[in-house]
């Protein structure tokens, strides 16, 4: 109780706002550190001091789920939420010409960032209204000749869930395999690739294990092979450095909400020259050249066009720190911790997303006992299931380790002592674990569990 | 305006780096700090006073900027995050 009004006091130090009243809104989910016995489900943590009860927020360490809003991207996008709240499509009022004039601006800003042109960018919902588009407006636009696509199967549920939904109208899709790394063979894409193959989607930095695709060879290839590609570069838009037309691409997703700017917006790149056509999925009055009807919501695309201003300015600032704190965070754990097995690539990948198995740990009561961190064990769109992540599965992780598995984010906002205290926790947690696992101890005891025959009672 | 002296420079500079202890995030504040500092380290040795003048221009508007937020920031303020009880906050 005393640290609470301590905790308003040091609240209340800060200049006085004239705001709606003196009160610190907790309307976040509480995080209650308790000092008594454990009555919980979850052993607590009792390497802290018995603190004083108070309410305290996690720590964020998934960004590849979602980001936080940069403050630029927040101070550009108030004033379209405040004043300038015209439609951008009304062309007889100045409400409306603002509007458009910011639109426009977001355009060119998200069109610099990849090296396009701004009339090559469409303004969607997101990565998956993006991914929607170029697969099923693609694949359906060419449908009278063309009836293949290839894909890979670690690509993203909405990717993968698109293909499937195509297949069921008559299209054939090839689902490559990838190697031990992560990474596809490019000889199976070389012999996957039919004369009616009209369409090639591989990500560019895949969302649950981190690792960077070879997209300037795969570019290379389906040039060359006269046939589409598509990269879903929701996770590295902003991240590494991508550019079309050196990699050749035709369509590019873009999601907003990866990129420290707002969720609800994304957007698309359709190439111009040579021109890929693609049969628009919404229809409407026609707005974004007919690709996507519907108002553009102009507070959301002001944000998406100064987060990729930011990100352009702050790539390479952002990818030297992130790298250094991800081989920290890296080093500490295994340099500590036996057993602990990174899934990826480790030469071609993102160093933002560190993907750890811990063996003999189980990952879900992993996840619960670092309450204090918010990690995840596999992607947010597939967490609600209780099934080990696919993508860790075509990578040929053991159904064991497979569920073993957590997934760390490190971004722009992520300190050196978020990083430290991450480790130092996930250690004892997972020595704790491991104490009292059954299956360690026989491990200790020298006893090869693959050789163990379960018998049924 | 007359070129920007080393004063301007320090004093602005100090006054980022004042507002920006206040932001209410954990994050936002950490990152404003340590962004600040590293920029104007990066940038010291910059002699045109052209250049000069732009990223003094550019850091006078992300003053305003970081006001506006650390003011919205504080209307919306929430619990402090775990790692925050433990250190001494000298950020």
New interface residues.
Partial sequence: MLLRTAWRRVAAAVPPVPGPGPEAPTRGLRLRVLDHAPQSAVPSDTASAPEVESVLRPLYMDVQATTPLDPRVLDAMLPYLVNYYGNPHSRTHAYGWESEAAMERARQQVASLIGADPREIIFTSGATESNNIAIKGVARFYRSRKKHLITTQTEHKCVLDSCRSLEAEGFQVTYLPVKKSGIIDLKDLEAAIQPDTSLVSVMAVNNEIGVKQPIVEIGRICSSRKVYFHTDAAQAVGKIPLDVNDMKIDLMSISGHKIYGPKGVGAIYIRRRPRVRVEALQSGGGQERGMRSGTVPTPLVVGLGAACEVAQQEMEYDHKRISKLAERLTQKIMKSLPDVVMNGDPEHHYPGCINLSFAYVEGESLLMALKDVALSSGSACTSASLEPSYVLRAIGTDEDLAHSSIRFGIGRFTTEEEVDYTAEKCIHHVKRLREMSPLWEMVQDGIDLKSIKWTQH | MAASSRAQVLDLYRAMLRESK?F?A???R???IR?IR?AFRENKNVKDPVEIQTLVNKAKR?LG??R??V?????????????????KPKT
């Fill in positions: 206040h209410s954990y994050n936002y950490t990152y404003a962004r590293d992300d900027m970081i506006r937020q003011h919205i920031g504080q209307m919306y303020a929430t619990d402090k995050l775990i790692i925050e009880s433990q250190e």
